[in-house]
């Protein structure tokens, strides 16, 4: 089943935004990591300023919804509030993840490309050719 929620992008005070949220919906994250918790990349070193940044934070909302953010950090610089959210979708399959994607951001620009990640997604991220922000995930089935 595809789904789509909003992820929230901020400049540093992610964590007090969701603690924030948090207080207002109720719930429990069912996911909080930092950059710094990131695992080494020899193509990527995580800066000494960005390693208690949030790098990605769930808050479930309802049993449909989850509300998500991160940090913005020195490679994706500062977040431009007013556009600091993207259009979140999680899909059923890998298929649909590629389908979605490419026929999404036609047209548009790709910011990271669908591949697998270290936290057990096939993910990607891009902005159609109407500046709008997506994200496209699907949760890879550990065996």
């Known amino acids: 089943m595809t789904t789509i929620n909003v992820y929230l992008t901020f400049n540093g005070n ?8 948090k207080s207002v919906f109720g719930g429990e994250y069912s996911y909080i990591g930092k950059f710094g918790e990131m695992p ?10 960005d390693k208690n940044r949030i790098m990605h934070v769930s808050l479930p909302i309802s049993q449909e919804t989850i509300l998500m953010g991160s940090d ?28 979605l994607f490419n026929s999404l ?5 790709v910011i990271m490309p669908l591949s697998e990640t270290f936290w057990g997604a096939y993910f990607g991220m891009f902005t159609d050719k109407f500046g709008v922000n997506w994200m496209v995930n699907h949760d890879i089935k550990q065996n």
């Open 14 to 21: 992610c964590l007090e935004a969701f603690e924030f949220y």
């Open 40 to 49: 080494p990349d020899e193509n990527y070193q995580v800066p000494e300023s």
């Open 72 to 99: 913005s950090s020195s490679y994706s610089g500062d977040a431009v509030f007013g556009n600091n959210f993207s259009v979140s979708i999680n899909t059923g399959s890998k298929d649909e993840a590629d389908r």
């Open 105 to 109: 951001s036609a047209g548009g620009k």
